[in-house]
């Protein structure tokens, strides 16, 4: 592992009181680079390695305090579609590195674990089988040079549980989980399956998760109301949250997010004070709104 050593546990940094700031979209720019409908993004770390980590560096680049890793659904039943299963850990390490070396020895990798599409309600598996698929993920990820893991946009609070005692069980890195929210028809905010900002958090923070939080589903100004939810119910808690760039629309048959760089930056003090220490961007975010994104927190921090 790559200078693990030189750099402060992101949650010490974030005691400080300091606002770091993430990276944005994965997908959108892969498929910007050429990535075609159908295909397996996750392997891009093995066959278009300095692509992946080009991508990872452009966020450096403009700014980010930390980097994902292109594994959002690098785990064995997602890779399972695409008959990769033998190749989860080769993936993910390749996918860490890629990103370790963008980011050097100053800024973060937290790697990207995403859904695995199975349900525990259904009994499409169990919490064991769930368990065994992300600490396979996870222990590869760190072997690649993460400090964290991030397990994002999840929906139901039980798999990121799974994931969040699997990377805590099997690897020293820092755990951050993130939920997708949608607005209800009653004005509130629940995952896909049901599950309320508190609720889904307490399940997090229970598990042992050491950040925790809000990514996709939604842009700036909506998250700012998830924040202030969570917030209220757990001050001492570390939230994290990356918006996407407004809710898409489809124009000409493609898929288009609203919110430019600046119009993202306008909610970021207003984010800051509803309780977040990390922000950053997803799906329809680029450079360019990460760039902007930086500049509002430094504004904050310098009033």
Same mark, same amino acid.
């Given at each position: 592992?790559? $200078?693990?050593?030189?750099?402060?546990?992101?949650?010490?940094?974030? /005691?400080?009181? /300091? %606002?770091?700031?993430?990276?944005?979209?994965?997908?959108?720019?892969? @498929?910007?680079?050429?990535?075609?409908?159908?295909?397996?993004?996750?392997?891009?770390?093995?066959?278009? @390695?300095?692509?992946?980590?080009? &991508?990872?560096?452009? =966020? &450096?680049?403009?700014?980010?305090?930390?980097?994902?890793?292109?594994?959002?659904? !690098?785990?064995?039943?997602? +890779?399972?579609? *695409?008959?990769? #299963?033998?190749?989860?850990?080769? &993936?993910?390490?390749?996918?860490?590195?890629?990103?370790?070396?963008?980011?050097?020895?100053?800024? =973060?990798?937290?790697?990207?674990?995403?859904?695995?599409?199975?349900?525990?309600? +259904?009994?499409?598996?169990?919490?064991?089988?769930? =368990?065994?698929?992300?600490?396979?993920?996870?222990?590869?990820?760190?072997?690649? $040079?993460?400090?964290?893991?991030? %397990?994002?946009?999840?929906?139901?609070?039980?798999? #990121?549980?799974? !994931? %969040?005692?699997?990377?805590?069980?099997?690897?020293?890195?820092?755990?951050?989980?993130?939920?997708?929210?949608?607005?209800?028809?009653?004005?509130? @905010?629940?995952?896909?399956?049901? @599950?309320?900002?508190?609720? #889904?958090?307490?399940?997090?923070?229970?598990?042992?998760?050491?950040?925790?939080?809000?990514?996709?589903?939604? $842009?700036?100004?909506?998250?700012?109301?998830?924040?202030?939810?969570?917030?209220?119910? *757990?001050?001492?808690?570390?939230?994290?949250?990356?918006?996407?760039?407004?809710?898409?629309?489809?124009?000409?048959?493609?898929?288009?997010?609203?919110?430019?760089?600046?119009?993202?930056?306008?909610?970021?003090?207003?984010? &800051? +004070?509803?309780? #977040?220490?990390?922000?950053?961007?997803?799906?329809?975010?680029?450079?360019?709104? %990460?760039?902007?994104?930086?500049?509002?927190?430094?504004?904050?921090?310098?009033?």
């Amino acid at each position: 592992m790559m $200078g693990k050593a030189k750099r402060e546990k992101i949650t010490d940094v974030l /005691k400080s009181g /300091k %606002i770091l700031t993430s990276d944005g979209a994965w997908g959108t720019f892969l @498929y910007k680079k050429g990535l075609n409908a159908g295909d397996c993004p996750d392997e891009w770390s093995l066959t278009h @390695y300095s692509t992946v980590r080009d &991508i990872a560096a452009s =966020y &450096i680049e403009a700014g980010a305090d930390m980097v994902e890793t292109n594994t959002f659904g !690098a785990n064995c039943f997602k +890779l399972q579609h *695409f008959g990769l #299963a033998d190749k989860v850990s080769e &993936i993910n390490e390749a996918a860490a590195r890629a990103s370790r070396e963008a980011a050097g020895d100053d800024k =973060y990798v937290i790697a990207s674990v995403g859904p695995t599409g199975m349900m525990l309600i +259904l009994g499409d598996v169990t919490a064991e089988e769930l =368990y065994d698929c992300f600490s396979k993920q996870a222990v590869a990820l760190e072997k690649g $040079g993460a400090d964290a893991v991030c %397990i994002e946009t999840m929906s139901d609070a039980e798999e #990121a549980v799974a !994931a %969040i005692r699997a990377a805590k069980d099997n690897t020293g890195m820092e755990v951050i989980a993130t939920f997708t929210f949608e607005k209800t028809m009653q004005g509130d @905010y629940r995952t896909m399956m049901g @599950y309320t900002p508190v609720d #889904a958090i307490r399940a997090a923070l229970d598990a042992g998760a050491d950040i925790v939080g809000t990514n996709c589903g939604n $842009g700036m100004e909506r998250m700012i109301d998830i924040v202030k939810e969570i917030h209220a119910e *757990f001050p001492n808690a570390f939230i994290l949250v990356q918006a996407n760039a407004g809710l898409p629309t489809l124009e000409d048959g493609v898929t288009v997010f609203p919110e430019t760089p600046e119009m993202m930056a306008s909610c970021v003090a207003d984010l &800051i +004070l509803a309780g #977040a220490n990390i922000v950053g961007g997803c799906c329809g975010t680029t450079p360019d709104h %990460i760039r902007e994104i930086k500049k509002a927190i430094e504004k904050h921090e310098n009033r």
